[in-house]
């Protein structure tokens, strides 16, 4: 029952990677030395880095933008709907690999993650 019990935390703390901030929970867990839980961590980091810095682009962009309050409201708007979306495809492509227990790199954070490999 131990093991089945250690598979379930495994798994779920492997699918929470990717749900923005709480990739935090496999870097602190007991079972962040397990291979599976640590990539998708890792994986569930970048992502988020990445969708909080396009964030915080786009937020800089639109004040930029100010003096043109149209052209400022529509880059806005398409910038936050196409970083969501892409957020949430790719957390969906995590959460799947997961379920399917593979630890296929996801496109485009997959080349950064082999940098913050040990």
């Known amino acids: 029952m131990n093991q089945e019990h250690s598979k379930v935390n495994i798994t779920l703390l492997s699918v929470l990677a990717y749900i923005g901030p709480l990739f935090i929970m496999g870097r602190v867990a007991v079972e962040k030395d397990v291979p599976e839980v640590e990539f998708h961590s890792r994986q569930g980091g970048i992502l988020f880095a990445f969708t909080a810095i396009g964030y915080l ?3 800089i962009l639109c004040f930029a933008l100010r003096s043109l ?3 400022a409201e529509i880059v806005g708007l398409l910038l936050y709907v196409g970083i969501t979306v892409a957020w949430v495809i790719l957390s969906l492509m995590g959460i799947v690999g997961v379920i399917k227990h593979q630890q296929k790199p996801l496109p ?3 080349d950064f993650d082999k940098l913050f490999q040990k």
Do not use: C
């Open 57 to 59: 682009i786009t937020a």
């Open 108 to 110: 485009f954070i997959g």
């Open 69 to 71: 309050p149209a052209a």
